[in-house]
């Protein structure tokens, strides 16, 4: 990440979308931010401006009543900005630390908005991963902007209000019996002095720039140590991987990392950095502007010796023009930090910004309450992205509707690749899927997915109520919700549950949460299925876990509830499957039979007779 490449215009365009994007998360924080930015920037030359008063009516006007005046005013005024500065800054920080955890709103909206085929890449998850440790070893990224908005409206106040107070510095003449001092009124002298000033500026804000631009150079090695540091500094606390790493003595396997991990320590490259050219460079900044302090003290105590002011006045010239200093030095500090923090953002909207490529669709599906939807593939072949292999090859078949089809074969063979299609979870590259008649991607996305209830053989409850994992809402026909738990078998463990559909499940956000074992998970999630009340009902072998006999018990049971759907059964063992009316043998992406399960095991030559009598010896008894 070369900072020298990244314009200021491009800097600026970023930086102001990410502000837009992080106001549609917490529209407080912006205008708290730039009232903080303003208070604080005037209140130096607040305090600048009634100190110079109250020393000009001590050292040369000397008059009590005026001098109390300046006093109370100095008083209050300064007081009032400072604790409004307090109060501000304690609602602003307030506000930062909310938004930090808030801005995961946009990641987490994106996520759920992406074609499932973008959400099943690697390449997306290692983007947002990039991006997370990006945040969390330097916090680069959408974070900074908050705080480069500070930044330069506290400079553009400081400067606005220095030159404000300072500009009399040079306009007010040596008087002509000063003699040599005079020179100082002289325009040319006043714009060599300005120039020197501007370019002492100019060259401390490049050296700022330089060090920062180190941060950038460090990002890849920072970013590793960051990933050993989340892996390997919590993996005691895996309760899965305790087992592993007490039988096989893992941990001195995890302490070579840990040992090994110096990216963040004192020896470390990030360190050698900081104290060789980082901190050389900053120093040099920081060092350099102390040279505007020293110009403006010699030229504003000659004028003064001149006769030009008095010694309030000095007071005020010299506060006002450091601090004035100060915020062009800050501004321009701020260039560095926009032009570094640019290319973090740029991985931040390159995943805000990935398209979502899937054609919608329009047509609405219809309800139809007969429930007499058929579904053909023709000719479809599909590979993966990234991929060489078809996972499938000219696939055509149809489905009887209301019957129960079984698909079967080998891992491996296209059976999930073919309910990823049928769901549109994916488009394929060649043929087309129809429903009753009609290309499945003109019917509308949501509409079409609406037809379908699957449960996937990795399928997931959430740490929720019981009740709102089957429905999936926090608001349900708790009556639906219990009839379906009963249909897939899970009725005598309710009863049991200390709080019925209100049971947490698992225990990350309560101690009260129960523990389900994975045959309990299952028919919970089968519960799912039949409460969303789809015409296809899709089990993807989400018992794969369990034996041959223990899943052929749940499919069958699962047939007698499933009513009038058409049911897809999924399985690479096959006599979970004898009852169905088909049976699609899947072998290498291709459907190479098809039938039922007494014409296809009668064909010795098939592919079908070759599983069977492979698996016979785990289900003699149910054969």
């Known amino acids: 990440m070369e900072d020298e490449k990244v314009s200021l215009r491009r800097a600026f365009r970023l930086h102001f979308r990410a502000a ?28 600048v401006f009634f100190s110079a008063r109250i020393l000009q009516e001590l050292a040369v006007l000397r008059r009590p009543d005026v001098l109390w005046k300046w006093v109370i005013a100095g008083v209050l005024c300064t007081g009032a900005f400072a604790l409004l500065k307090a109060f501000l800054n304690q609602r602003n920080e307030t506000l930062l630390d909310d938004l930090y955890g808030r801005k995961e709103l946009l990641f987490v909206r994106k996520m759920f908005s992406l074609d499932y085929a973008d959400m099943d890449k690697q390449e997306t998850h290692d983007l947002r991963d990039q991006i ?32 404000a107070l300072t500009v009399s510095l040079f306009t007010s003449p040596v008087p002509e019996t000063a003699g040599a001092l005079t020179v100082l009124n002289h325009p040319v002298f006043i714009a060599v002095l300005a120039a020197l000033i501007l ?43 305790n087992a592993d790493i007490r039988i096989y003595n893992q941990h001195k396997l995890v302490s070579a990392y840990w ?23 900053s120093g040099l900044g920081t060092g350099i502007t102390v040279l505007i302090t020293g110009f403006v003290y010699v030229f504003t105590c000659l004028k003064a010796w001149g006769g030009a002011f008095d010694v309030g006045s000095v ?20 260039t560095g930090i926009l032009k570094t923090n640019t290319p973090y953002l740029e991985k931040t909207f390159q995943f805000l910004d990935i398209p979502n490529a899937m054609y919608q669709g329009s047509l609405t599906t219809e309800k139809r309450s007969d429930r007499q939807y058929e579904v053909e593939f023709k000719n479809v072949s599909f590979k993966y992205p990234g991929s060489e292999v ?10 009887q509707v209301g019957k129960r089809l079984a698909i079967v074969g080998e891992n491996g063979s296209g059976k999930t690749t073919f309910i990823k299609l049928l769901c549109r979870l994916y488009d394929p590259q060649a043929g087309q899927i129809l429903l009753n008649g009609i290309d499945i991607r003109k019917y509308n996305y949501r509409d079409y997915m609406g037809i379908f209830s699957v449960v996937f053989q990795d399928f997931q409850l959430l740490s929720q109520p019981l009740g709102a994992n089957v429905a999936g809402s926090n608001t349900y026909d708790r009556e639906r919700v219990t009839k379906a738990l009963i249909d897939a078998g899970f009725g005598d463990r309710l009863t049991t549950l200390p709080e019925g559909l209100d049971t947490q499940l698992y225990k990350d956000f309560t101690e009260n949460g129960v523990e389900v074992s994975g045959g309990e998970a299952q028919k919970i999630a089968i519960a799912r299925a039949l409460y ?25 049971k699962f047939n007698d509830i499933s009513g ?25 992406g291709q459907v190479i039979q098809q039938g039922t399960h007494d014409a296809l095991v009668s064909d010795e030559t098939g592919k079908y007779y070759e599983l069977w009598h492979a698996q016979a010896q785990y289900y003699t008894e149910s054969a």
């Open 20 to 47: 837009k994007e992080l106001h549609k998360i917490d529209p407080k924080l912006f205008p708290v931010t730039i009232l903080y930015a303003i208070v604080s920037g005037l209140l130096p030359y607040v305090t």
């Open 259 to 281: 040992d090994k991990n110096m990216s963040f320590g004192a020896n470390g490259p990030i360190a050698k950095k900081a104290k060789g050219p980082m901190g050389i460079y």
């Open 199 to 241: 370019f002492i500026t100019w060259l401390a804000g490049k050296c700022n720039l330089k060090a920062i631009s180190y941060w950038s150079s460090a990002a890849e090695e920072a970013t590793f140590g960051n990933r050993l540091f989340s892996f390997f500094g919590f993996i005691g606390m895996q309760i899965g991987r």
């Open 315 to 334: 007071t005020q010239y010299v506060g006002a023009a450091t601090a004035l200093c100060g915020s062009i030095f800050e501004l321009t500090a701020l």
């Open 564 to 588: 009038d759907k058409t049911a897809i059964y999924i399985s690479h063992r096959l006599s979970s499957c004898k009852f169905c009316d088909e049976i699609a043998v899947f072998h290498n």
């Open 532 to 556: 969303k009340d789809a015409p296809f009902i899709i089990l993807d072998e989400p018992t794969a876990a369990l034996d041959p006999m223990a899943e052929a018990e749940i499919y069958s």
């Open 132 to 163: 997370r440790q990006n945040e969390n070893w330097s916090g680069w990224g959408l974070m900074r902007t908050p705080e480069a908005y500070e930044q330069s409206l506290k400079g553009i106040v400081g400067i606005l209000s220095g030159i």
């Open 390 to 399: 078809w996972a499938l090859k000219n696939v055509s078949m149809k489905f």
